[in-house]
């Protein structure tokens, strides 16, 4: 694949983005997008300082404007630190991407309360803290404010051993749109970006035990792992559309519903005329043993 950009370079000129996990996969290549796009300033959100000040360094080597706000979105109290700077650094804030998340594969009867609690905490929770402390700053938006949480396609039917994620993102969708209709009146917008696998990011090395390379993706229509930069397409394209909000849009190569072949596509119509033949000759109490 040939990485492009679907946008003018200049279609988030003035914009002042808040980027959670910002520090490293596809929270840093949002920030690195939104910069990249026009954003008058990018602030990363994160635990590990050092990280946030690396990025903030590669960011500033291609012209973009990066402040950073070390701290935990599970707690209120750093959630409004992170917006004060935002305001204080640049003046505004005009885009949240709630890109902070945790998870870990475990089977559900391994699971700790305390494992499972972190993973609400830090994806659910911590969304919720984010958009409360945002809201002020994002009414006054000029542009009018915007939110995109980036959550998943695992609780769209169900997934093994990820039933801390699939609880936390499916709750994140359920605020979203409960969001989206409370605070419409006041011009902020809020949608989900859902990715699938996503090639080079934490989570995947996590979800692939460490064996991204060898993972066979013939049950993904798309046949591919999808890139960082096209769920950072998707947020910008969602920050432009001010006619779309309370919705989920999966970025997935069709994954979630991508399911292997049961028989070769060459053997299709043979078996299905023998298959329709032996069907037509089943009655009432017939069964094939």
């Known amino acids: 694949m040939t990485a492009r950009s679907y946008f003018r370079e200049d279609v988030l000129a003035g914009r002042v983005a808040l980027i959670t996990g910002g520090g490293s996969g596809i929270g840093y290549e949002v920030a690195r997008q939104f910069g990249l796009h026009g954003c008058a300033g990018v602030v990363l959100v994160g635990r590990r300082p050092e990280f946030l000040q690396q990025a903030a360094a590669l960011l500033a080597k291609e012209g973009i404007k990066a402040a950073v706000a070390a701290g935990d979105v599970r707690k209120p109290e750093d959630c409004e630190s992170a917006v004060k700077v935002a305001v204080e650094a640049f003046g505004a804030l005009d885009i949240l991407v709630n890109a902070a998340a945790g998870n870990f594969l475990a089977a559900a009867e391994e699971i700790s309360s305390k494992g499972f609690k972190t993973v609400m905490e830090i994806d659910t929770l911590g969304t919720f803290n984010m958009c409360r402390s945002a809201f002020e700053p994002l009414k006054s938006s000029r542009f009018g404010g915007v939110v995109v949480s980036i959550t998943a396609t695992l609780h769209y039917t169900a997934t093994w051993y990820q039933a801390a994620p699939v609880a936390a993102?499916?709750?994140?969708?359920?605020?979203?749109?409960?969001?989206?209709?409370?605070?419409?009146?006041?011009?902020?917008?809020?949608?989900?970006?859902a990715p699938g696998p996503i090639a080079d990011t934490p989570g995947m090395e996590k979800l692939s035990g460490g064996k991204?390379?060898?993972?066979?993706?013939?049950?993904?229509?798309?046949?591919?792992?999808?890139?960082?930069?096209?769920?950072a397409s998707?947020?910008?394209?969602?920050?432009?559309?001010?006619?779309?909000?309370?919705?989920?849009?999966?970025?997935?190569?069709?994954?979630?519903?991508?399911?292997?072949?049961?028989?070769p596509r060459e053997l299709v119509s043979k078996i299905s005329?023998?298959?329709?033949?032996?069907?037509?000759?089943?009655?009432?109490?017939?069964?094939?043993?």
């Open 169 to 193: 993102k499916a709750a994140i969708d359920a605020l979203t749109r409960t969001l989206a209709l409370e605070w419409g009146e006041f011009g902020v917008r809020l949608n989900c970006v």
């Open 212 to 231: 991204m390379d060898q993972v066979d993706w013939a049950y993904i229509p798309a046949r591919r792992a999808g890139t960082k930069l096209e769920i």
């Open 234 to 263: 998707a947020c910008i394209f969602l920050c432009l559309n001010g006619y779309i909000t309370g919705q989920i849009l999966p970025v997935d190569g069709g994954e979630w519903f991508g399911k292997k072949a049961l028989i």
């Open 273 to 289: 005329r023998g298959v329709e033949k032996q069907s037509r000759a089943m009655g009432p109490g017939t069964a094939k043993l």
